[in-house]
């Protein structure tokens, strides 16, 4: 009997995860572009279960196609590998931005200085992902990392006033990575005296709560590519405070022990 192909041992499916993420309407593309994507489906799920279908085909040593993004802790805990994209349909790197409602910088200067000067690397990002990964609370998780790098978190406090309990609503959308992030920057925006509520929603709607003033900030504008069309859409009513994490990337993620090395092997 044949060995079945790597399309017929998952079915023809892509395991992907909140509908409304940037990688899934990239997915969409590609399930398009790349002409032995065909017949394959696009599984919408969450990063959560998306985690735990690759969790057990790894055990098993079973082949897993999942949309997949670093910094995230699954290159930590699994030997994994990104598949070539010679359609360039997930793009090079990518950075994560930082973005605020207009008029943050007159109402709350000080939350302004911080998201201003909020910007750290995809190390800084993972250790605390494997840290809640690992179990702890993401809120515990970011306190222990902002007491673990107090220098680092003096540079983006510079010139902060403190303040007495006003209110700062950060959005964000529960993907591994912008847990992490939210929950620093939360943690850091307490530290000078403000009251912090973490507001988690979709991709779409994130960008829109700040776009209308419903939310004052959020630290998870995927650019250039990734969340391109919410930037088109809601670009004009959101003050961009630049990179808060450079050296991102999404794509499409296999096992290493999977036979394949490009989209076009599938
Ligand atoms: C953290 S995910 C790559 C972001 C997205 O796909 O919208």
Do not use: C
């Amino acid at each position: 009997k044949s060995k079945d192909s790597i399309a017929e041992q998952v079915n023809y499916k892509i395991i992907g995860i909140e509908p409304g993420a940037g990688i899934m309407k990239a997915t969409a593309k590609a399930l398009e572009d790349y002409d032995n994507l065909a017949d394959w489906k696009l599984v919408e799920s969450s990063s959560a279960a998306m985690a735990s279908e690759l969790q057990k085909a790894y055990e098993k040593k079973e082949p897993i196609i999942i949309t997949g993004w670093t910094p995230h802790w699954k290159f930590a805990k699994f030997d994994l590998k990104y598949l070539e994209d010679p359609k360039g349909i997930y793009g090079e790197e990518e950075t994560i931005e930082t973005f605020v409602r207009q008029g943050l910088k007159d109402d709350e200067p000080s939350a302004y200085t911080v998201l201003d000067q909020f910007y750290w690397t995809p190390d800084d990002m993972a250790a605390v992902m494997v840290e809640i990964q690992e179990g702890a609370d993401p809120a515990e998780a970011a306190s222990k990392w902002i007491e673990e790098n107090s220098d680092k978190v003096a540079e983006w406090t510079k010139g902060a006033d403190e303040v007495d309990g006003e209110k700062i609503k950060l959005t964000y959308v529960a993907w591994d990575s912008e847990i992490a992030s939210t929950n620093v920057v939360g943690k850091v925006l307490e530290s000078i005296g403000y009251k912090v509520e973490l507001i988690q929603l979709e991709a779409g709607p994130m960008f829109a709560a700040v776009a209308q003033g419903d939310a004052d900030g959020m630290v998870a504008g995927w650019l250039p590519l990734t969340h391109a069309d919410y930037l088109d859409e809601y670009g004009d009513k959101l003050e961009g405070l630049g990179a808060n994490l450079e050296g991102a990337k999404t794509g499409l993620v296999v096992p290493a022990y999977v036979e394949a090395d490009s989209i076009e092997d599938l």
